[in-house]
């Protein structure tokens, strides 16, 4: 079975440019088929940053479709095979910037929901639509700023799919039912600059951190859960020196970041970091930030339809992960609802010559269908 209509709207995006924070039109493409099935359309902008909040029908239970439309960078055109921006399909599969990340995702929830709309015109519920275009940037004025306006509003979602490439050999293989959280630091380490040839005289501020960035690097933070993996430390950035190769430097600056799992928190984790830091004599000050909370949606309705509306289309049902990444679900699962993720393969997202194959596109149309069929038919 094709849907040559999921294919066409997937290349409508991909040629539309918009890197983030930019939106280029993408989101008025979908609005304009929305609103011609029925939605009522509520644009959230904030700064340059593109939203829209979208609903159709009315009471619960609300299903709603969140994503982007911002891609990243192309990277170096030169080792492209073709034009990111211009779609093309070389035997059988399309290439384009945000064919996978995740333009096809998107398209698939607009065909899924009109063919949906068209024989269930009186479903149940509502379907709503969460669209930002600051998925890929800081992550500030768009679905995080749009929940807190529906928080502030009393408004419900009670199932999101979230539409993030999160399989990994085949759409629909895998589905993600949570994601670890983000815990950032900038450290700068103060030490005394000098001349390398009388260190006596100067205080090297990367032989001072060198043994608590061994210490942290080795340190076992937990095991994480039957759900989750065990919390990671990594060093993102670290820069010292003038320059000069005869000048010790007096300061070091270094960016981390810990992927947590729910059994850990931020205050334990912050406790051990600096703990180490101060058992080695690091003189040193952290500027900390968190990108997301962990979260997790245990089995119930939204994974078990999603699950069987997959081994529909597949005959398997999706293995269940909350590896990889934050992603904008975090937002959304804070009013309190379940959040999956489920989209086409993931191996070639934010690379060069980013491809999905048609027949995934096709396939994350039925799923979705499948979905809202199980949920609000």
């Given amino acids: 079975m094709q849907i040559p209509d999921t294919l066409e709207l997937t290349q409508n995006l991909i040629a539309r440019a918009s890197v983030t924070p930019a939106d280029c039109g993408c989101q008025q493409t979908m609005i304009d088929r929305l609103q011609a099935v029925g939605f009522a359309v509520e644009p959230m902008n904030f700064g340059s940053v593109s939203n829209f909040f979208a609903r159709r029908g009315s009471g619960g239970p609300v299903l709603c479709f969140a994503g982007h439309t911002d891609v990243v960078p192309t ?117 005394v600059q000098g001349h390398v040839a009388y260190p006596q005289l100067a205080q090297n501020p990367v032989h001072m951190l060198a043994p608590a960035l061994a210490e942290l690097t080795a340190h076992v933070w937990d095991e994480g859960n039957e759900h989750f993996q065990p919390t990671t430390f990594q060093v993102s950035n670290l820069n010292a020196g003038t320059g000069a190769p005869n000048v010790i430097p007096g300061e070091l600056k270094a960016r981390f970041n810990l992927r947590y799992s729910p059994v850990q928190t931020q205050e ?82 934010h690379k060069v010559n980013e ?22 038919g």
């Fill in 75 to 191: 990277g170096p055109l030169e080792e492209w095979r073709t034009d990111p921006f211009k779609p093309t399909i070389i035997d059988g599969r399309l290439y384009g910037r945000g064919a996978a990340d995740m333009k096809s995702g998107l398209a698939a929830m607009v065909t899924a929901t009109e063919a949906f709309v068209r024989a269930h015109p009186a479903h149940r519920g509502t379907i709503a639509f969460l669209i930002t275009s600051d998925e890929e940037g800081p992550s500030v004025d768009g679905t995080k700023r749009v929940v807190e306006l529906l928080r502030q509003r009393g408004e419900r979602i009670d199932w999101c799919i979230v539409g993030e490439p999160s399989s990994e050999k085949r759409a629909g293989d895998t589905i993600k039912i949570g994601r670890r959280g983000s815990y950032s630091g900038r450290l700068t380490v103060q030490g």
């Fill in 268 to 349: 334990k984790l912050r406790r051990t970091v600096e703990g180490i830091l101060d058992k080695h004599g690091v003189r040193y000050s952290i500027e900390w930030y968190v990108s997301g909370e962990p979260f997790y949606t245990p089995p119930g309705e939204l994974s078990e339809a999603v699950c069987a509306a997959v081994a529909e289309v597949t005959g398997t049902p999706p293995a269940l992960s909350t590896g990889g990444g934050t992603s904008d679900g975090r937002f959304i699962a804070t009013l309190g609802a379940q959040v999956v993720e489920l989209g086409v393969t993931n191996a070639s997202i």
């Fill in 355 to 376: 491809s999905v194959a048609v027949e995934e596109i096709n396939a994350l149309h039925r799923m979705y269908e499948g979905a809202l069929r199980r949920l609000l």
